[in-house]
């Protein structure tokens, strides 16, 4: 379970790529091809590649939100590396980046075990050479109410999602620093900012990470590497579906309420966070160029939390 994909299970991919018409023209707000930033991209074909030379690692990527960001890592041109548990799952999708036209590595990695990080993240720097972004994605959930939770569950929970963010930012940076360049970008949650009942240990943790990636903000600044944070609203896969019975049970209410007033009724339109919604947010910090955008957070929740 350590480094299962924080919102949920596999998705449909969608294109992440906005130009499709003929060279010179544009599609949804991408600048024509003729541009200065489109011609310093990579490219391929009549497609801009944001991430051309990239090399990325996402931990928890076998499957949901980090299987579509390094997907979409992958079709913008980017190396990535699966840091999960499951091997089988990662080796298919690395098939599938390879299938994009992009190299893949799956390397197995529990984030609450130091030598296994230090191992994965070692054996990236092998293949490719560096690493410039860090994509820690890896959790879980558990939820109770607090009287009720295990305080081994609630440990566990910070384990993986903040523990495990510690130790893979502390194996990326050993090799980003003396490079002078990086990206470290952590899977928060509006949870980061709001919290919600029976979800204790997940708050905790979310909370934390947003704490840490402010610390490495300024850690990271003189050495050329930046530090952010995703934080989506609910994104409906099968780990967000599990929890509607569940805190429907523990609410006494029912599941179309806890949808309806629990999981959306913050929201500005009632819709849930797609899984291409926050991979398209990986890719922006990813591709970003300057420290102008550092110890952020960017929160895709339609309207849920506004900061």
Known sequence: M?????????????STNRLTGKAGQARHGVP????????????????????????????????GIGRQIALSYAREGANVAIGDIDMD????????????????????MNVTDESAVNAGVDQVVERFGKIDTMVSNAGIQIVHPIEDFPYDQFKKMIDIHLGGAFLLTKACVRHMYPRKSGSLIYMGSVHSHEPSALKTAYVSAKHGI????????????????????ICPGFVKTPLVEKQIPEQAESLGISEEEVVSKIMLGETVDTEFTTLQDVADVAVFLA????????GQSITASH????A
């Open 210 to 229: 947003l704490g840490l990636s402010r610390v490495m903000a300024k850690e990271g600044a003189k050495h050329g590497v930046r530090s952010n944070v």
């Open 303 to 306: 309207g849920w939390y506004m």
């Open 2 to 14: 350590h480094a299962t994909g924080d919102q949920g299970l596999p998705f449909v991919l969608q």
């Open 89 to 108: 799952g990662a080796k298919k999708v690395v098939a599938e980046i390879e299938d994009a036209g992009s190299k893949g590595l799956a390397v197995e």
């Open 32 to 63: 024509s091809v003729e541009s200065p930033r489109c011609r310093k991209a990579g490219r391929q074909g009549d497609l801009i590649m944001q991430l051309q030379g990239n090399v990325a690692i996402v931990s928890g990527a076998s499957s």
């Open 287 to 294: 591709a970003f160029k300057t420290n102008a955008l550092t």
